[in-house]
């Protein structure tokens, strides 16, 4: 009999449960990572409704950190024991996508017909744990391209304070970085959930001058303040769009960024820009877009679009944690309540309900 371990498997639309699942072999290239402390993400909550298809059966969760467990023999560097994360994003950096510049692309993986109503390719297949491969909401994961995915964990940073580097901060950081945010620039920032809360401390890194967090909870707009935001506007008591041409004077924000995925927060994004201005797009979609006419100028507004999938690499790692350890920015504050593994069915209700002031929640397996 192999050895077993826990894991939280998606079944079926609006049923994920912890199940038994024999722990991985380990490969050449791979590291099993004994999970100390993962987390739910709003993709995860995208999975359990149905609105994002996986395989059924497959272990969700894609924010590991933990320890190396056991290593394969062409992986060196690393020693078992060894406190480390991966990010949410596991290339190999060996494809056309990653040689290419865009490493969050890495390996196309052929689907199977079906899954996502389409054939082909998945675009976004740099994403594997708790999407292509089984996931981090278990008491072990298995790390593909280990080599290229380990990134060890400084001497002095908890669980709690790298919980957000292999997804929400990286990602969070990714829409200030193609925001195209300058020195001086006034940035709009739609929705203070984890990662817009991570895309506000990142424009603040980059040198924006006046950060304006937009969101319908007044204590996620107080903890934006904290992390970096000189304006809050909370959309059910004012106009979001007139308030930012006011504070503008009426030349509109130098960039935008949208950080929950529905069609209002699209559309404000791009009515609150000046001609010329960037509208940065990390939301997770579950329907089609509609480009309003007057928000894009009818084309002719030299407006940029760009969108980010979560970087991923050890390097990219190794810098986030790098603004961790000198100070400059503490995330564990975000990790607002902790469950156990086997309490994971109580711990998606929590945070898909957004219920007592939840941000983020530290899943432990034991």
Same mark, same amino acid.
Request: proline share 5%.
């Given at each position: 009999m ?12 609006n049923?994920?449960?912890i199940v &038994? ?12 990572m ?7 993400c709003?993709? $995860? ?18 924010e590991?950190v ?28 060996? #494809?056309?996508? %990653? ?8 390996g ?14 998945? %675009? ?9 491969i089984?996931g ?17 964990i ?5 669980d ?14 990714a829409?200030?970085e193609?925001a195209? =945010?300058? =020195? ?18 990142? &424009? ?5 001058? #006046? =950060?304006?967090a937009v ?14 935001? $000189? ?7 004012? $106009? ?31 009515r ?9 797009s ?7 877009? =509609? ?15 760009n ?39 109580? &711990? ?11 941000l ?7």
């Amino acid at each position: 009999m192999p050895a077993m371990m826990k894991a939280a498997a998606y079944l079926e639309p609006n049923r994920i449960e912890i199940v &038994a699942k024999p722990i991985p072999d380990v490969g050449p290239t791979d590291a099993l990572m004994r999970i100390t402390t993962t987390t739910i993400c709003g993709t $995860d909550v995208h999975i359990l409704s149905g609105e994002y298809p996986v395989a059924r059966g497959l272990t969700v969760g894609h924010e590991p950190v933990g320890t190396i467990e056991k290593l394969g023999n062409a992986v060196s560097g690393y020693h078992e024991g060894q406190r480390v994360i991966a990010g949410a994003i596991c290339p190999n950096f060996n #494809t056309y996508p %990653a040689m290419d510049g865009v490493p969050s692309q890495d390996g196309t993986y052929l689907i199977a017909s079906g899954l996502c109503g389409c054939h082909g390719y998945k %675009a976004t297949a740099g994403w594997r744990f708790g999407n292509m491969i089984d996931g981090t909401q278990a008491e072990y994961v298995l790390v593909p391209d280990a080599q290229a995915n380990l990134a060890p964990i400084p001497d002095g940073l908890t669980d709690e304070q790298v919980l957000m580097c292999p997804d929400i901060m990286s990602t969070g950081f990714a829409g200030a970085e193609n925001a195209n =945010i300058r =020195i001086g620039d006034f940035v709009v920032i739609f929705a203070q959930g984890p990662i817009g809360l991570c895309a506000t401390a990142g &424009a603040r890194l980059k040198g924006a001058s #006046t =950060i304006v967090a937009v969101d319908g909870n007044d204590e996620r707009l107080a903890v934006a303040q904290d992390l970096g935001a $000189d304006v809050t506007l909370n959309f059910r008591t004012c $106009d979001v769009v007139d308030e930012v041409m006011r504070l503008t004077g009426g030349r509109g924000a130098d960039s935008a960024i949208e950080a929950l995925g529905t069609q209002l927060t699209f559309e404000q994004g791009l009515r609150v820009l000046k001609p010329g201005g960037t509208l940065s797009s990390l939301g997770v979609y579950s329907s089609d877009l =509609i480009i309003p006419l007057g928000a894009f100028a009818a084309g002719l507004g030299d407006h940029k679009i760009n969108t980010a999938l979560c970087p991923g690499g050890k390097e990219r790692m190794r810098r986030l944690m790098s603004v961790l350890a000198s100070g400059r920015l503490d995330l564990a504050r975000l990790v607002t309540h902790e469950r156990t593994l086997d309490d994971i069915v109580a &711990a998606y209700e929590l945070f898909a309900g957004q219920q007592d002031g939840v941000l983020k929640i530290a899943i432990k397996p034991s």
